[in-house]
């Protein structure tokens, strides 16, 4: 999965199309560009990239055994998909990359609003003009990432929109109120011969749904009872959240019928999954190292399964990503206060987390003044988890006796890394410890200082040390 937005990372810059390309119907016919459908398209290149192993749905993790094969088989059946889902599960990133299955560059009519393959025209006026310059009608060519079109589905979403709407300036020019080219088109039909994303379907009104209906199975569109027919070509697909399903909104029955697959989304199934998609979707403003980034994910799957948390709203990826991003800004507002070049995040750091996060997190009713409480037991099990993960069979009695015999270790938001590491004498056990974490013994200062802020976190978690924490400090103690 990814979280995507679930949104854009960076604008797709699209080139222009490659100049030896047709640009008339006639050339177009004569180099063997025919009429194809979308879903004939989409199916024939995900075949091409299932065969050749290449990945077809890059920046999705951790669906590779559950959701990308159904969703391809969706995709080979021809079908029209809803996928089911929390939020910040990777819905509408993976409804994106559908785009990569489409032909980098396909024909079109010039000046068509329609996007009309110049050999299958389906408007009045297209087919007027094809009728008119036959081989000659120009061709444009348009690119797969123009191709895909997204609607948000709000209430207040309205049949012209999605479908289409008297135009009363074409009115004003004086064509009468019967002419179809008083028309102006919605989002589905200007998606002819693309694919058209729903996100959160069931927040339409049902009336709206209605009007999808056509689309969906008969492949046309009504508008205030025009005739027009016209023979749409689309593949669409939709997300909801499965409480919304039910509750707040709903698909309604018929409009549910026509979907060919429903399929069910879901958080990161492995630690490794989780911190992955952290990784990759984290905009880092400083060094985070895989132990806190481990902690984190460690913490949100511990969220997941707190009776404290409404699981219902679920705990969104998003989350996870947002806790990295808000740990490296802490180590680079460190580096700023204290003048250390290269900043490092701590697991000090990781204090930042659950006051600045607690506001993206639905808690049980009854649970009302005892958010950062429990958000706070369920990041120090996270932490020790971890730190038991690493440290596990190593004796850090060295590291307690030394703290025992006064050597206090203070950190926290205006202490640098080399001050941590100072406050210690030199120990055997320290080097281990950095070893464990994959750090070397002449790694930067900030990494060998995490290092051993994890391991004394993990003394302090299981009792063997003090710990007094005030006003953005912590110092470790017997």
Same mark, same amino acid.
């Given at each position: 999965?990814?979280?995507?937005?679930?949104?854009?990372?960076?604008?797709?810059?699209?080139?222009?199309?490659?100049?030896?390309? &047709?640009?008339?119907?006639?050339?177009?016919?004569?180099?063997?560009?025919?009429?194809?459908?979308?879903?004939?398209?989409?199916?024939?290149?995900?075949?091409?990239?299932?065969?050749?192993?290449?990945?077809?749905?890059?920046?999705?993790?951790?669906?590779?055994?559950?959701?990308?094969?159904?969703?391809?088989?969706?995709?080979?059946?021809?079908?029209?998909?809803?996928?089911?889902?929390?939020?910040?599960?990777?819905?509408? !990133?993976?409804?994106?990359?559908?785009?990569?299955?489409?032909?980098?560059?396909?024909?079109?009519?010039?000046?068509?609003?329609? @996007?009309?393959?110049?050999?299958?025209?389906?408007?009045?006026?297209?087919?007027?003009?094809?009728?008119?310059?036959?081989?000659?009608?120009?061709?444009?060519?348009?690119?797969?990432?123009?191709?895909?079109?997204? =609607?948000?589905?709000?209430?207040?979403?309205?049949?012209?929109?999605?479908?289409?709407?008297?135009?009363?300036?074409?009115?004003?020019?004086?064509?009468?109120?019967?002419?179809?080219?008083?028309?102006?088109?919605?989002?589905?039909?200007?998606?002819?011969?693309?694919?058209?994303?729903?996100?959160?379907?069931?927040?339409?009104?049902?009336?709206?749904?209605?009007?999808?209906?056509?689309?969906?199975?008969?492949?046309? #569109?009504?508008?205030?009872?025009?005739?027009?027919?016209?023979?749409?070509?689309?593949?669409?697909?939709?997300?909801?959240? &499965?409480?919304?399903?039910?509750?707040?909104?709903? #698909?309604?029955?018929?409009?549910?019928?026509?979907?060919?697959?429903?399929?069910?989304?879901?958080?990161?199934?492995?630690?490794?999954?989780?911190?992955?998609?952290?990784?990759?979707?984290?905009?880092?403003?400083?060094?985070?190292?895989?132990?806190?980034?481990? #902690?984190?994910?460690?913490?949100?799957?511990?969220?997941?399964?707190?009776?404290?948390?409404?699981?219902?709203?679920?705990?969104?990826? !998003?989350?996870?990503?947002?806790?990295?991003?808000?740990?490296?800004?802490?180590?680079?507002?460190?580096?700023?206060?204290?003048?250390?070049?290269?900043?490092?995040?701590?697991? #000090?750091?990781?204090?930042?987390?659950?006051?600045?996060? !607690?506001? =993206?997190?639905?808690?049980?009713?009854?649970?009302?003044?005892?958010?950062?409480?429990?958000?706070?037991?369920?990041?120090?099990?996270?932490?020790?988890?971890?730190?038991?993960?690493?440290? @596990?069979?190593?004796?850090?009695?060295?590291?307690?006796?030394?703290?025992?015999?006064?050597?206090?270790?203070?950190?926290?938001? =205006?202490?640098?890394?080399?001050?941590?590491?100072?406050?210690? &004498?030199?120990? &055997?056990?320290?080097?281990?410890?950095?070893?464990?974490?994959?750090?070397?013994?002449?790694?930067?200062?900030?990494?060998?200082?995490?290092?051993?802020?994890?391991?004394?976190?993990?003394?302090?978690?299981?009792?063997?040390?003090? =710990?007094?924490?005030?006003?953005?400090?912590?110092?470790?103690?017997?």
């Amino acid at each position: 999965m990814s979280t995507g937005s679930e949104h854009m990372r960076s604008v797709v810059v699209v080139n222009e199309a490659p100049s030896n390309l &047709p640009r008339t119907a006639g050339e177009l016919r004569a180099a063997g560009y025919l009429p194809r459908g979308v879903k004939t398209e989409i199916k024939e290149n995900l075949l091409a990239a299932l065969r050749s192993g290449a990945s077809a749905w890059p920046g999705i993790v951790g669906f590779d055994t559950t959701v990308l094969p159904q969703l391809e088989r969706a995709l080979l059946a021809g079908h029209d998909v809803v996928l089911l889902g929390e939020r910040g599960q990777g819905k509408t !990133r993976l409804l994106r990359t559908l785009a990569g299955l489409l032909d980098e560059w396909t024909p079109v009519i010039e000046g068509s609003e329609l @996007g009309e393959h110049p050999l299958e025209p389906i408007t009045p006026a297209s087919i007027r003009r094809a009728a008119e310059l036959g081989d000659d009608l120009p061709v444009a060519w348009r690119h797969r990432s123009e191709r895909y079109a997204e =609607k948000l589905a709000t209430p207040d979403t309205s049949v012209g929109d999605l479908i289409g709407d008297v135009d009363p300036v074409k009115v004003a020019q004086g064509r009468s109120l019967g002419d179809p080219e008083t028309i102006h088109f919605g989002l589905v039909p200007r998606a002819h011969r693309g694919i058209v994303a729903v996100n959160e379907l069931p927040d339409l009104a049902e009336r709206i749904q209605v009007a999808l209906l056509n689309v969906m199975e008969e492949r046309d #569109i009504q508008v205030r009872g025009y005739t027009l027919r016209l023979p749409l070509d689309v593949l669409l697909v939709a997300t909801a959240n &499965p409480e919304d399903y039910t509750n707040r909104g709903r #698909i309604i029955t018929p409009l549910k019928d026509r979907f060919g697959a429903e399929i069910r989304t879901h958080y990161p199934l492995s630690l490794k999954g989780e911190i992955a998609l952290v990784r990759q979707e984290a905009e880092l403003s400083a060094e985070v190292g895989e132990v806190l980034l481990e #902690i984190i994910a460690r913490f949100v799957r511990n969220l997941r399964e707190s009776a404290a948390i409404d699981q219902r709203s679920g705990v969104s990826a !998003r989350f996870a990503v947002a806790a990295a991003e808000t740990v490296a800004a802490a180590a680079l507002r460190r580096s700023a206060l204290t003048g250390e070049d290269e900043p490092v995040a701590r697991p #000090i750091d990781l204090d930042s987390v659950p006051a600045v996060l !607690r506001g =993206k997190l639905e808690f049980e009713s009854g649970e009302e003044g005892r958010e950062t409480e429990h958000l706070t037991h369920l990041l120090r099990k996270a932490t020790a988890e971890t730190a038991r993960a690493k440290f @596990g069979g190593l004796d850090l009695r060295p590291l307690t006796d030394a703290v025992a015999d006064g050597h206090l270790v203070a950190t926290g938001e =205006k202490v640098p890394a080399i001050e941590v590491l100072q406050a210690l &004498p030199e120990l &055997p056990v320290l080097h281990e410890v950095a070893a464990r974490v994959g750090v070397k013994p002449d790694d930067n200062p900030g990494r060998i200082a995490a290092a051993v802020e994890l391991a004394l976190e993990l003394l302090y978690l299981q009792r063997k040390v003090a =710990k007094d924490a005030e006003d953005g400090t912590a110092v470790y103690g017997p």
